[in-house]
């Protein structure tokens, strides 16, 4: 999705830990000074959590985006405004709102909570300054995601309509197509006068996508397209008379022809244009000031100061680790080869055992399975956590229009207000590259115990201000979801070798990237060399490979964060598995890594420290 976060001033500019109060002290002489120090503490911390508070929503006023993914109705016919000028301002503006909190605040005036909410507001603002400078080296179109996809995508699944009101609202952000995509496209014509721009192969992709939201009904004489199909399935729902619905419906196929389609046809006649010059050089080195830029995106995803060569290097350690273990499995089921034989025999699958059937009923299977998975953890959460979301999880398939270019599989946190189910998203254009072994792996990582146990929970948190709820670190939320993938193997899950054999499939699909994302964008490896790596080294079909390796050409960075967080996870586990000994609770463990928030990884090893020391204490 193309939302430009940068323009949400303070709703993701920092996230901080939930944790506990302060703590009283002295002896009974001192009681009268400790109860005025409490009291002022307490007021003090009052006044900067409601400072918070209106930093969110002064932010959040400037985006409309952002306000219909928090489900509100406000500036629910508008786009965002993502010119360089408005984030410039932006970033002004939040680098002032640090400058006032530092001004009117004092750190140690604060209790525990608020300090913790102080650093981290200082910590992501401090980041946002130092990314600032290479704010247009992050590619506005790619083959993965920019915002030509996200058009549809956020009026499909974001702009709920209940009323004849929020059906003229859908339609006025229809008309308003042609200016945002306007301003998206000024900007990656700027991007490509300073030689920013993805490689070539990138953009039949981004032409076929493009091509594909206008194609069918009202732009010719096929099917329905998707947005109307959209349109017309909310407007049937309404209860207004048929004359209305007739004028909603011709009003939106009007917008779609006027604003949509032009728009459209605009940024297909730049791809082709930018096409025909660019050439296939992959990483991030070829950028301006590409090594900084790198060096900074990887700080960024992993909140840690990991150099690209040590990322590089815990890769190939980790992968070596993983294929010891897989070495295990193909011998106990009596698999008599090389492991790379065995990779070849996964991929192949000779009996059919391995894939469902590249159909709508293989699909419908895969949909329905992936369910029950789920339904089956979520039945036995009380032995893993005190505290659990409220919020419902659904599956999904990936939409037709971009399953061609969109990742394997994604979550997309639930409303606040109940009005949006948390969602899974599993991609099925290619059965062959979602086999079953892998099936469990992926719907614990993006579903239950993953990131909608994460996401949910985060957002459902009480008492805090709101800039704390939404938002997050990488490394913190992939770790979670990678780690989450780890946790039912300890429950009896992944009984069968080939599910366990996924498991490990999916964690050296994480360990490799270390290595191929390092290798592209450090090491100056080129596209098909990233991809016989992963070919050589992983279980994964040839078409995931390059889908992947395509992926992380043009998200910088990015891919790094999982292993790393999923490390730091389980070294804090053991740790307190060691502190508590026959005592270690791994519900409580959970409820420090999740009741305070995403954070970077420094400040949860603080965190579990804190309850480690008060426990023992």
């Known amino acids: 999705m193309s939302l430009n976060i940068r323009n949400i001033l303070f709703a993701t500019a920092a996230i901080a830990a939930m944790t506990a109060g302060c703590s009283g002290g002295g002896g009974e002489a001192a009681a009268p000074t400790t109860t005025v120090a409490a009291s002022q503490t307490t007021m003090a911390s009052e006044e900067i959590n409601k400072w918070f508070e209106d930093q969110f929503e002064h932010g959040l006023s400037r985006s409309p985006m952002y306000q219909t993914y928090l489900g509100r109705r406000t500036n629910y016919d508008k786009w965002d405004n993502v010119t360089d000028a408005f984030t410039t301002e932006s970033h002004a503006l939040e680098m002032a709102a640090l400058a006032e909190m530092q001004r009117t605040f004092t750190l140690e005036d604060l209790d525990q909570n608020a300090q913790l909410s102080y650093r981290l507001f200082e910590y992501q603002t401090e980041q946002s300054d130092t990314a600032f400078p290479f704010r247009n080296h992050w590619y506005v179109f790619s083959q993965f995601r920019g915002p030509h996809s996200g058009v549809p995508s956020f009026l499909i699944n974001q702009h709920r309509v209940n009323t004849a009101e929020e059906a003229n609202d859908y339609i006025a952000r229809l008309e308003g197509v042609k200016t945002y995509l306007g301003q998206h496209q000024v900007n990656a014509e700027a991007q490509f006068a300073r030689g920013i721009n993805p490689p070539q192969w990138s953009y039949p992709q981004m032409i076929a996508t493009s091509a594909n939201i206008i194609s069918g009904a ?9 947005l109307l199909v959209d349109l017309n399935k909310k ?4 209860d207004v008379s048929d004359d209305i619905k007739q004028d909603l419906r011709d009003r939106g196929a ?13 940024l297909i006649a730049m791809f082709e244009a930018q096409q025909a010059t660019v050439t296939n050089d992959d990483g991030a080195w070829k950028l301006p000031e590409g090594d900084a830029y790198y060096a900074n995106r990887l700080a960024r995803m992993t909140t840690t100061d990991m150099s690209a060569t040590a990322i590089h290097d815990l890769g190939l350690s980790e992968v070596a680790r993983i294929h010891g273990e897989m070495n295990t499995i193909k011998d106990d089921v009596g698999f008599e080869g090389t492991l790379q034989e065995f990779f070849a025999h996964m991929r192949a699958d000779p009996d059919g055992k391995f894939t469902y059937p590249n159909t709508d009923e293989g699909r419908e299977r895969y949909l329905t399975e992936a369910t029950e998975l789920i339904d089956e953890m979520r039945g036995r959460l009380d032995e893993l956590f005190f505290t659990k979301p409220k919020a419902e999880l659904i599956v999904k398939r990936v939409e037709a229009f971009r399953e061609r270019s969109a990742g394997k599989a994604f979550y997309q946190r639930p409303a606040p207000d109940g009005s949006r189910p948390g969602t899974y998203y599993a991609n099925l254009y290619d059965m062959n590259s979602m086999p079953v072994y892998q099936m469990a792996a992926l719907a614990y990582h993006e579903g239950i115990p993953g990131h909608h146990m994460q996401l949910a929970i985060s957002q459902e948190l009480e008492g805090i201000p709101n800039f704390r709820k939404y938002g997050g670190y990488t490394a913190y939320s992939e770790g979670w979801g990678l780690y989450s993938e780890f946790i039912p193997k300890e429950m009896g899950f992944y009984s069968d070798p080939y599910d366990d054999f996924g498991r490990l499939a999916m964690e050296i699909w994480r360990a490799a990237r270390l290595v191929v994302d390092t290798g592209i964008h450090d090491k100056k490896w080129t596209r ?3 991809i ?6 992983t279980p994964n079909p040839e078409y995931d490979c390059i889908k992947a390796i395509e992926r992380y050409i043009v998200m910088p960075g990015q891919a790094t964060a999982y292993k790393i967080g999923m490390l730091k996870l389980l070294e804090l586990r053991g740790r307190a598995e060691t502190a508590f000994n026959d005592d270690f609770d791994v519900r409580a463990f959970h409820d420090v890594v999740l009741k305070n928030g995403p ?3 420094a ?15």
């Open 218 to 226: 009202p732009f010719d004489d096929g099917e329905d397209s998707a």
């Open 235 to 238: 407007i049937a729902a309404l």
């Open 254 to 266: 009007q917008a779609l022809l006027n604003a949509v389609e032009p728009a459209y046809k605009s």
């Open 528 to 530: 098909q060399e990233a």
């Open 532 to 537: 016989d790596y992963l070919l050589a080294n």
């Open 599 to 601: 954070v970077p990884l």
């Open 603 to 617: 400040i949860l090893e603080e965190n579990v420290d804190a309850w480690i020391a008060e426990q023992a204490g």
